[in-house]
């Protein structure tokens, strides 16, 4: 097997990985063993401390939502999505931010910022699927 495969399936295991989590209502980041700052993608250096070692850790998939994009009008290949909106939100204890989808979304009213949500599953679709959680 050449290097190329290999990493290739390395970063494939890593996505099956992240939707396997996603499933379970939860969101798979990388940590630096050195410093414990989290990452979202798999880096090779750590931002904060050029430290070169990770470990995966399992995120309790809660957080706070920073901004959003409603889509009234879905794009083609959406339509069946109806409205819905492309949400960041900060996951809990952690300086992670992460962007999903949360549908039944129709005017700003039904988002406010700082609303809380949480992961409730992976679409091969629309990626992440969020939920919002009643207060
Ligand atoms: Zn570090």
């Known amino acids: 097997m050449s290097e190329t495969s290999a990493s290739a399936k390395q970063q494939q295991s890593s996505r099956e990985k992240f939707i396997a989590s996603a499933n379970k209502g939860k969101i798979l980041a990388n940590k630096c063993t050195k410093c414990g700052h989290l ?33 009234a009008v879905a794009p083609e290949g959406f339509e069946d999505a109806g ?35 949480k992961v409730n599953g992976f679409s091969p679709k629309y990626g992440l699927l969020i939920e919002k959680l009643a207060k």
């Open 39 to 71: 990452v979202l993608e798999t880096v090779f250096f750590c931002e904060k401390c050029a430290a070169n070692k990770f470990e995966p850790v399992e995120l309790g998939g809660t957080g706070t939502v920073v901004t959003y994009t409603i889509q």
């Open 83 to 117: 409205s819905y909106a492309w949400v960041v939100f900060k996951v809990d204890n952690s300086q992670l931010r992460v962007s999903g989808f949360l549908g039944g979304i129709k005017k700003p009213a039904d988002l406010p910022i700082g609303s809380k949500v």
